[in-house]
């Protein structure tokens, strides 16, 4: 047998590990393990590399990918699609491992249906993955946005001014809502609900009056502003996947407080901050059991599969499911958050 691996779209803590984990069990059924480099740029220019035990000695705790990533579409031409499909098949491919979000498994589904055996591992700091409670990358980006929102406290309580910190979170507000609760956000704002700055003023002015003259508000790149179509960003720049490049509500939120309220207000994009830097245990210990889960998938000649966490079991659907939609914010989990706003 003879595995391709390859780690797609945006980078997160724990892509190393899984690399690891997959190599590791696979080295104990004996199969070969082919790294691909770039994501799927590397299956369109038969770009590889071998990789056993030895290449993947010391990355467990290592935040990026030895194998490099890209965000590249395949199937933006027949061409390109083509090619994958014919590197695949030179290079001798009996299955590719895809570690990837939507985008990058959603590729791996469409593989599938061209006779491709391929196999889903879910990652993304965002954790909007259908499917499974959670991606990894995701606990490491949370703890990064709290250690943030900690430090930003005493600064902002010093200078009794308003900080607005702006997160990632494309069409998911899940860092907010968790780095927002655990880190005391006065106020926490994601894609799932458009919000009102009138509101947001209003309790900036409040806890002013009460004394509490500092407020944290934590906001996801994605989240909008009711009324308004669209996202609020800096750039036009699109991806392959035509995703437009966010950034930008933390800096026009900021400025319409401080011009509604008096207060001084500024802003934090924490950006790919989230993404560096080396996983925490729980990510580490998550990609290990998807990358050891993935390859027992393909020793049982189960194929066309995403592994996926539900509880705290480690299961398997079908890779078209893990991609059919987003898995939004669980609301039970905001209303929880909203009890510390204001
Ligand atoms: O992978 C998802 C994500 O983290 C989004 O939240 C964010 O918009 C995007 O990646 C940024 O990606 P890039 O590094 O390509 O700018």
């Known amino acids: 047998m003879k595995i391709g691996i390859l780690t797609g779209g945006g980078d997160c803590p724990g892509l190393n590990a899984v690399i690891r984990a997959v190599v590791r069990k696979a080295a104990h059924y004996k199969y070969d393990v082919l790294g691909i480099k770039d994501g799927w740029m590397g299956l369109i220019e038969a770009n590889v590399i071998p990789l056993d035990i030895k290449s993947v000695t010391g990355i467990l705790s290592r935040g990026g990918t030895i194998l490099g990533t ?16 014919n590197n695949i098949k030179k290079l001798g491919l009996d299955v590719v491992i895809c570690v990837g979000g939507d985008d990058t498994l959603g590729v791996a589904a469409k593989l599938l249906k061209q006779g491709i055996k391929t196999i889903g591992i879910p990652k993304t700091i965002d954790n909007d993955l259908y499917g499974t409670d959670f991606t990894f990358g995701f606990d490491t980006a949370v703890s990064i946005v709290t250690e943030a929102l900690d430090r930003l406290h005493t600064t902002t309580e010093a200078h009794h001014r308003t900080m607005v910190v702006e997160v990632m979170g494309r069409h998911a507000g899940w860092i907010a809502t968790y780095g927002g609760l655990a880190g005391g956000a006065d106020m926490i704002l994601i894609p799932e609900t458009p919000f009102e700055v009138e509101g947001i003023c209003k309790m900036v002015t409040k806890r ?33 996947f035509g995703h437009v490049m966010l950034g930008g509500i933390g800096e026009f939120l900021a400025k319409e407080i401080e011009k ?18 080396s996983p925490t245990a729980y990510d ?26 539900q509880g705290n079991k480690i299961v398997d659907i079908p890779l078209a499911e893990g991609v059919k939609q987003t898995k939004t914010v669980d609301m039970e989990i905001y209303k929880v958050a909203e009890v510390f706003f204001g």
């Open 284 to 309: 580490r210990i998550l990609a290990c059991r998807y990358g050891v889960r993935a390859v027992d998938l393909i020793n049982e000649g189960k194929f066309g599969r995403m592994v996926a966490l």
């Open 208 to 240: 002013a009056k009460e004394g509490r003259g500092f407020s944290i508000i934590v906001v996801a790149e994605g989240a909008v502003p009711k009324g308004i179509e669209g996202y609020i960003t800096k750039d036009v720049k699109k991806d392959a």
């Open 70 to 85: 890209s965000r590249t579409n395949p199937f933006k031409s027949p061409d390109t699609a083509e090619k994958v499909v």
């Open 260 to 277: 509604k309220t008096g207060v001084e207000t500024r802003h934090v994009v924490l950006g790919h901050l989230q993404r560096g830097g």
